[in-house]
């Protein structure tokens, strides 16, 4: 069929040609040193899998940009210069196995635990976590420069170890994120009240990114289209910001939506029949209308068909949990036409705070039972026996 050859068509993002338009969305992964965020040899070879496999652009799972931006154990660092070397022989790694890799940074700011990161976790405006029910510190002007600048310090970083490209995490109720929706910031300065003002922290990333890589460097960002929560970011405001971005010289746009406080409206649904496929593509599509970069829609995506209508309106498809299950799903799409084996049961978080990343369905543990659900009390992660909750990113 004609149409589903587009998936196997090449396009560009700034001077990065991609030979295919399926991605692997950002996944964490669960694999790096958990004092340092240094990646584990676990972590690469993953990576490298998944280059084999044929999809054509990888981007890593979140990378925190700071420590105090650090939203899960065992997540991989890129906030000292020290950690370049070690990611350069990720990215080679990917390289040598014929694929490309972006790395996606993040400052997880309220959305994490005091005892993950050994202090407050800080936000646009003080408040108690809706979904993790931390108590978040307001930031200052001051701290709010620094973490613009430490954006900017670790796209430099991601460039220095040999990554294709950088994606900046603004989306999913991450700190840039956060700025951007009215429920999280209650900021009274230039950077809170109307959508100019919540965007200016996400505008200002973007540019001291910029700065850092330059012109010719990929630079994109994964966005939240909408909060899908009662007074949170709407669909009409995800535009107005994608216009932004896209003005202010954006790559490309990931469109994607929903927090860990949306519940089912998260961004990680369950995916109910071709039907349920692609949940953000209205919003991708409205966002395409208006920006003139290229759009990558995610969310639900499992059939080869399906995928192919989509990419009539849209530059790109992303995938996350159909390449856990099957990181070789876009060879198996070159050869056939299959729908992904994924059942959109989101046990891979679970077994990705275990023991990294891995597929529920396919998931043994060793003593014979994977406990559904988090004993009271659980400790954090770290021994093995330890669990905790499901928690979004
Ligand atoms: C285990 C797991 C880890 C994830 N990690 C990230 C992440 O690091 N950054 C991110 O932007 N989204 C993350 N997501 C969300 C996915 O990238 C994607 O937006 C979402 O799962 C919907 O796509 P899918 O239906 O193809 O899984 C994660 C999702 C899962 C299931």
Known sequence: ?????????????NRLG???????????????????????????QALADLAKGG?????TGYAFIHPRGRGRPRQTGIHRDDLVDSLADVSHAVHRAG?????????????????WIGQKPLGPSALIHPFYGEEVAGMSLGQIEDTIEDFARAAARVKAAGFDAVQLHGAHGCLINQFLSPLTNRRQDDYGGGLENRARFAYDVLAAARSAVG????????????????????LADGIEVAKG???RGVDAIEVSGGTPAAGKLSAVRTVRGVGGEGYFLSNAVAIKEAVSCPV??????????????????????????PFIRQPDLANRWQANDETSACISCSQCFEVGMRHGLGCGQLFHEPKGHVPKANPPGAGPVGPAGSWRSMVYV
């Open 215 to 234: 012109l010719d460097y990929p630079l994109f960002i994964k966005l939240n289209s909408a909060d899908y929560e009662a007074g949170g970011l709407g």
């Open 99 to 115: 694929g490309l890799v972006a790395m996606q940074i993040v400052h997880a700011g309220g959305q994490t635990k005091a005892e």
């Open 1 to 13: 069929m004609e149409s589903m050859a587009e998936i196997f068509k090449p396009w560009r993002m």
């Open 245 to 247: 971005l896209d003005a």
């Open 296 to 321: 990558i829609s995610v969310g639900g995506w499992r059939s080869k068909a399906r995928v192919a209508e989509a990419l009539e309106q849209v530059d790109a498809v992303a995938l996350c949990r």
């Open 18 to 44: 991609v030979p295919n338009k399926l991605v692997r969305s950002a996944t964490w992964e669960g694999l790096a040193n958990p004092e340092d965020g240094s990646p584990t040899p676990q972590l690469t």
């Open 55 to 59: 999809v054509g652009l990888i981007i």
